[in-house]
């Protein structure tokens, strides 16, 4: 124990529910799920039990994507899991997922359902079962599954360091945010080197190593996560502000950014998504129009 640092861990640490941080209400130390609910299932082969923060987006991008190539194999629902009101403990979302944590997959087209949850691995699932957005040449499918393992082991930093210690903590503690802050910077010019000589991470065609990066990175320029982007002077890492500007322009991604989405504009609201027509007609500004028309 010194002044600048007047807590000394215990021994043995408590868990005190109360400790005054964001999620604190839903964030536990043991695994398993706190109540019985019945996972819903739909009419598709695919249905994804998630919400809109950057690591479900990852999945409606590319489900949206392959509906876009022509997969009708790929028609999804998507279920909303509001990771705040615990819905990750449901009994039925466990079953998906044993890590508590949207995303999660069940393929329904398998001989028995097949279950898939983390982000990365439900990406190349998918980029497998449907033969597209990964490389099938040597070389090129590893540089692509580098840098999809790279976004599944750097974000965490971002989410979990930076995003935590920035905007979610109950006091701003200096060491953290620079500690994060730090290394956010670093990956952000890892990104920007990369892409100064590369159109897309994987060289010239559009992967699931772009889905998995521009939901976190893309979003930290675009100024959608954390709104940090002054922070960490977003807009200085130009050739990601270029990649991060043409990936935003895909009609697919602009759709896929917006299922299982419970927060900014109305418009860009589609809480669950069972079908195509679904963006047209029941996003949550189309739906309150609806509830007030007597
Ligand atoms: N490595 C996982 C991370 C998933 C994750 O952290 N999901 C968050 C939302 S972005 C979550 O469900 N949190 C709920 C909780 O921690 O209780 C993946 O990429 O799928």
């Known amino acids: 124990m010194n002044e600048a640092s007047p807590y000394a861990p215990a021994k043995v640490w408590k868990w005190e529910q109360e400790n005054g941080g964001e999620f604190a209400s839903t964030n536990r130390p043991i695994a398993g799920p706190t109540h019985d609910k019945e996972r819903p299932v739909g009419k598709h082969p695919l249905q994804l039990y998630s919400l809109a923060t950057p690591n479900g987006v990852k999945i409606t991008i590319m489900l949206e994507e392959l509906l876009a190539l022509g997969h009708s194999g790929a028609e999804y ?128 065609t559009y992967t699931i190593a772009d889905m998995a990066i521009w939901p976190w990175y893309g979003n930290v320029v675009l100024n959608k996560v954390y709104e940090a982007a002054e922070f960490l002077q977003a807009e200085t890492y130009k050739n990601l502000s270029r990649w991060t500007h043409e990936i935003a322009g895909r009609d697919a991604v602009q759709r896929g950014r917006m299922v299982n989405r419970i927060s900014g504009p109305l418009e860009e609201q589609l809480h669950e998504r069972h079908d195509a027509s679904d963006f047209a007609s029941k996003t949550q500004d189309k739906r309150q129009a609806q509830n007030a028309t007597p």
Not at 100 to 115: G, V
């Open 77 to 204: 629902d998507a279920w909303l899991i509001n990771i705040r009101n615990g819905d990750q403990f449901g009994s039925g979302f466990v079953e998906v997922n044993p890590n508590s944590k949207i995303p999660a997959l069940m393929d329904h087209s398998t001989k028995s359902p097949t279950r898939v949850f983390e982000s990365g691995a439900i990406l190349l699932y998918l980029a497998e079962k449907f033969g597209a957005f990964l490389p099938t040449e040597h070389q090129a499918r590893t540089e692509c599954l580098s840098w999809l393992f790279w976004q599944m082991g750097s974000a965490p930093y971002l989410g979990g360091g930076f995003g935590h210690f920035y905007v979610y903590a109950p006091h701003k503690i200096e060491y953290a945010i620079d500690r994060f802050t730090m290394e956010t910077k670093r990956q952000l010019d890892v990104l920007d080197r990369h892409l100064a000589d590369h159109r897309y991470m994987s060289g010239d």
